[in-house]
């Protein structure tokens, strides 16, 4: 298949993955410049068609993390406890980074596409554009499996920085270990805009608590790109963000997951697993199943709950499509705050028994009501 074939094969698919962005990749990096004025104009257009492909793939990418954490974070009792202000940080971030790849996407003339039922992500199921495809990411409450899921999401090219790292479960069927990585896919990315160098404009563009800056040039895209790698799977040398208070995603998991604090020795100049850290009490909520939970099938006050839930993640997803459409900042505001009422119908969710499921409670669905 000849360069231009590789590209426009992308191109005709709607919501294509990340194996299939990778050979659109190959054949802009390819291309000619040679060529004459007309031909590279042509050319220009359709690979920045490309790169809008790839960032919506990376918005609805980084939104897919965002209700499997956030039942995690829900799940555990004492709001206060380190294992909740970890996840909550990890959240936090997941929507900046989804913001920032917004605000890229919107930096050459793309709109995210956030309400639209094609992009928006089902449970349990898989990640979006084809990331470690045997794995599939599930809602449910906080426990080892889920901690190991959520490591196998963010997890890095290489795990580096300690010495005593051990496999966790194994949670990826089929995975061979060739699969794409998250940041991998970032830094394809950040080449097709090196090579492209597009014009950018901050027309439609957000800035806030999270969403921190607007894309101007390539410099920006650089800062951007590195910020959301080093906040996911950390560096290429080191599993810290900022220090050992400000672990990358995947090492706050695997923290989590083998209940002992990351620690620096500076005698060997390594890190190693340390002190003890407490599994946090948790709800033990059930996963949810395909679907979700049906009316008919549960009481009216836990179907009251689930339904006022979907319909605030409904409003949210709304208010996040208008953000870089046509409600702006304003409409970014309300999106927080939305996103942080879904916390009042999820909680009490995850405090109700199912009957006949041994003490497992119920949980969220995240379910689109399409208008």
């Known amino acids: 298949m000849s360069n231009q074939e590789q590209i426009q094969a992308v191109l005709e698919h709607s919501n294509p993955s990340i194996p299939q962005l990778m050979q659109g990749l190959q054949g802009i990096l390819a ?8 031909a ?16 919506q793939t990376a918005v609805t990418l980084e939104f897919s993390t965002i209700p499997p954490y956030l039942c995690g974070l829900w799940s555990i009792k004492e709001d206060t406890h380190n294992a909740a202000k970890s996840i909550r940080e990890v959240v936090q971030e997941e929507m900046l980074h989804m913001a920032l790849a917004c605000n890229m996407l919107a930096a050459i003339g793309g709109e995210p596409k956030i309400a639209e039922p094609e992009f928006i992500p089902s449970y349990p199921g898989h990640l979006p554009g084809g990331v470690h495809p045997g794995l599939v990411v599930g809602l449910s409450g906080l426990t080892k499996h889920s901690l190991a899921v959520f490591m196998e999401i963010e997890r890095p090219l290489e795990v580096v920085g300690h010495e005593d790292h051990e496999a966790h479960e194994h949670v990826e069927e089929g995975h061979d270990g060739d699969d794409v990585t998250i940041g991998e896919f970032y830094d394809a990315i950040k080449e097709a805009f090196h090579k492209l160098d597009p014009p950018m404009t901050t ?10 800056t607007v894309v101007r040039n390539l410099e920006d895209v650089d800062h951007v790109i590195d910020l959301i790698k080093d906040q996911g799977e950390g560096s290429d040398v080191d599993p810290t ?42 709800w033990p909520m059930a996963p949810v199943p395909k679907g979700g939970y049906l009316q008919q099938d549960v009481s009216d006050t836990v179907w009251w709950h689930l339904d006022q839930f979907d319909k605030t993640y409904t409003r949210l997803l709304t208010l996040l499509q208008g953000t870089w459409t046509r409600g702006g900042q304003a409409s970014f505001v309300h999106a927080i705050d939305t996103m942080f009422e879904l916390e009042k119908y999820a909680r009490p969710l995850m405090a109700m028994p199912i009957p006949g499921q041994d003490g497992a409670t119920y949980g969220p669905c995240f379910r689109y009501q399409a208008p």
């Open 40 to 55: 590279n104009e042509l050319q220009q257009e359709q690979h920045l068609s490309w790169l809008r492909k790839a960032l």
């Open 203 to 212: 027309d439609d563009q957000v800035t806030g608590p999270l969403a921190w």
């Open 241 to 282: 963000d900022t220090g050992l208070d400000d672990l990358a995603h995947y090492y706050r998991f695997e923290e989590l997951y083998e209940g002992q604090k990351l620690e620096w020795d500076p005698v060997k100049e390594v890190f190693y697993h340390g002190a003890t850290l407490e599994f946090p009490d948790v």
């Open 31 to 38: 291309v000619d410049d040679t060529r004459s004025k007309q």
